[in-house]
């Protein structure tokens, strides 16, 4: 069932099974793709756990540090009396 003019093009008999490569070919693109998604992810939660553990050390570092003002303060009021 052949067309004539298609076949006088003498086509290369594996254009006939070229759709299964390219759904192949989409399949890994997909995994590779899912793969680095998931790199990703984790990539932005570690930067993200570095985050906050660097912002839980500055509230205590600045909380550490009102204390010790305010410590300072009550014990020149204290003595100024």
Known sequence: M???A???LKPD???RRVHYDWLEAG???QRTVAQLSEQLRRFLDDQSC???AALWTFC???N???CRCERSADRN???AG
């Open 60 to 62: 205590a570092a600045s």
């Open 13 to 15: 008999g594996r254009l």
């Open 50 to 52: 570095w985050k906050t």
């Open 6 to 8: 298609v076949e006088a």
């Open 64 to 66: 550490e540090t009102l």
């Open 2 to 4: 052949a067309l004539p």
């Open 77 to 79: 009021d204290h003595g």
């Open 27 to 29: 399949e890994n693109t």
